[in-house]
């Protein structure tokens, strides 16, 4: 049985399923041997593993207990990593209280055969399942029949969008994986306009110069460690010009937020007790032993904190206020823009209520 890792607590587990996380091959080079069958897909000889390859298997000593998922890719593995979160979320309740503990492992850049190969044999020996995105048909195949030469669980998430998208269109793929040398990556308007959101969101981040407000096309509030920054980066990846606020007990907040068009400042809240202990998770990874000194994560001043800020956003009613409790970015981030959108452009869409 391997250790069960410390790192990947029910927190984790539920909200921030780790991948990438090296995996545990002890003694592999040696011991290693050819699939079952007589018949292999793979004319490498496992017993002497390319320097690419171990390289990625390396032994760290500690792996999570749990049923395995390998993810693979030709590019950079977000298609895979995020469709498998996603999905993960169905289970959250069974992550949680782990009945059914996962460990994941994101193999990123592969598009040599030889390495899906020893992939697809690890994958049997920890009987692991294996999701993949292999831009490349014939990869996608020879992965495909593989797995089911070794009795490896496998899908392909990428294959039946794709097959949509070329009966829709009439059109046939290009089967180069994003980023390949031979696929051009000119530079858009969206690509221009995506880093300067970033550039501005980031200048923008913690109240840093309020004068700029007017340019944010998104302001977000908020007291401390209600998600304001992640949200914030998050957004400007999507080609929004983000600004953030934060809300102390005391200090003023820059009058130039009352001053700009107030549909779309947006507040955030969150509930006290999940608030109080991720100032706690922060002060100790930090070592602020001057926050942990004053009462930055004591419950009293955490509620009145909240309340502080719950009555900002009763003073103005235009703010939608957002509940991140329980809520990744992502799910955050796609309210916040819906709601934008919504105001923005009035349009006929199912309207989301302000307290969300």
């Known amino acids: 049985m391997p250790k ?3 790192k990947l607590n029910r927190w984790s587990m539920a909200r921030s399923i780790r991948s990438g996380r090296p995996l545990r091959w002890p003694d592999f080079r040696k011991k290693a041997g050819p699939p079952p ?9 496992v017993d002497e593993i390319p320097p690419s390859i171990s390289d990625d298997f390396e032994d760290n000593g500690e792996v999570a207990a749990g049923k395995a998922i390998f993810m693979v890719s030709d590019g950079t593995g977000w298609t895979v990593e995020h469709s498998v979160r996603v999905a993960l979320g169905q289970f959250e309740y069974c992550l949680t209280n782990r009945r059914c503990p996962v460990n994941t492992h994101l193999f990123s850049g592969v598009q040599d055969m030889d390495k899906l190969m020893e992939i697809i044999k690890q994958a049997r020996k920890e009987g692991a399942l294996l999701l993949y995105t292999l831009a490349d048909p014939l990869a996608a195949k020879a992965v495909e029949q593989s797995c089911k030469l070794w009795g490896v669980p496998s899908t392909d998430i990428l294959r039946p969008t794709t097959e949509a998208i070329a009966s829709h269109f009439g059109a046939a793929p290009s089967g180069i994986p994003r980023g390949a040398p031979g696929r051009k990556s000119p530079i858009t308007e969206e690509f221009l306009r995506r880093n300067e959101a970033i550039a501005f969101t980031i200048k923008q981040d913690d109240g840093a110069r309020p004068q700029n407000l007017n340019r944010a096309q998104i302001v977000l509030v908020g007291v401390s460690r ?5 949200l914030s980066i998050y957004l400007a990846q999507k080609g929004y010009k983000v600004a953030n606020v934060p809300i102390v007990i005391g200090l003023e907040l820059p009058k130039t937020l009352f001053e700009i068009d107030q549909e779309k400042v947006f507040g955030l809240t969150i509930n006290p ?7 706690n998770a922060r002060t100790r990874s930090l070592k602020l032993e001057s926050l942990m000194r004053n009462n930055y994560s004591e419950m009293d001043h955490v509620r009145k904190e909240l309340e502080y800020a719950n009555g900002i956003f ?9 509940d991140i409790t329980g809520r990744a970015v992502e799910e955050t981030a796609a309210i916040v823009v819906r709601m ?4 923005k452009q009035k349009c006929a869409l199912p309207r989301i209520s302000k307290q969300c």
């Not at 069958?37 to 000889?45: H, R, T």
């Not at 209600?226 to 992640?230: A, L, N, S």
């Open 226 to 230: 209600t998600g304001k920054t992640p």
């Open 273 to 279: 007790v999940v608030l109080q202990s991720i100032r």
């Open 314 to 322: 009763m003073q103005n009613p235009v703010w939608p206020v957002i």
């Open 37 to 45: 069958s007589s018949s292999s897909p793979s004319s490498s000889n």
């Open 4 to 6: 069960e890792s410390s």
């Open 340 to 343: 934008y959108h919504d105001r």
